[in-house]
């Protein structure tokens, strides 16, 4: 768990409230890619233009799969919010307040975002619920929670929610990732 303590994922409300928050990190993560793919031209540079698309189609997988979870545990997703829309630029949301979501065509100041969004938590990183530095930090967190809760709780009491209200296997063009319903 979070070693400060700060917003540790102790109930379910603390879950769900942490999973709508993933939903927010998995949306500001849409746009750049997508001004980025949206700057390329495919046939002078198919590379690039299947990459930065590929990682989009990961974005969008993401987003669907944490609100699945959201769903899976009683929550409901808003993806209607203000705080899904805010002003460029803007700091990663609950995260790195250093790391600063624009939008940008492909180039070095894009991959420059990419690799800052992307930066993977080093091995011994602690769960960090809040203001984490990495966004593996902020899932691991998630993960521990979930983890003490079924625990605490029991699986049943945890995964409450409507499985109709979950999305099922989807494709996207590229990426390896898939959306799937959460259950316990």
Not at 141 to 154: P, S
Not at 167 to 182: D, P, T
């Amino acid at each position: 768990m979070d070693t400060s303590g700060a917003h540790a994922i102790d109930t379910i409300d603390d879950l769900r409230r942490h999973l709508q928050w993933a939903i927010e990190l998995e949306h500001a993560t849409i746009p750049p890619y997508l001004c980025a793919l949206y700057s390329l031209d495919s046939a002078r540079n198919p590379e690039a233009a299947q990459i930065v698309g590929t990682v989009l189609a990961e974005e969008m997988i993401h987003l669907a799969l944490a609100a699945n979870l959201l769903n899976a545990v009683g929550g409901s997703p808003k993806l209607d919010t203000p705080e899904l829309l805010p002003p460029y630029p803007h700091p990663l949301p609950h995260g790195d307040r250093s790391v600063h979501i624009h939008l940008a065509p492909f180039g070095p100041e894009a991959l420059e975002l990419f690799l800052r969004i992307e930066q993977p938590a080093a091995a011994d990183a602690p769960p960090q619920t809040d203001e984490y530095r990495t966004i593996g930090q902020f899932y691991a967190a998630i993960e521990a929670g979930l983890r003490t809760l079924c625990d605490e709780l029991g699986e049943e009491q945890v995964f409450s929610g409507d499985p109709a209200r979950q999305i099922g296997e989807f494709h996207l063009r590229g990426g390896g990732a898939r959306c799937f319903r959460s259950t316990t």
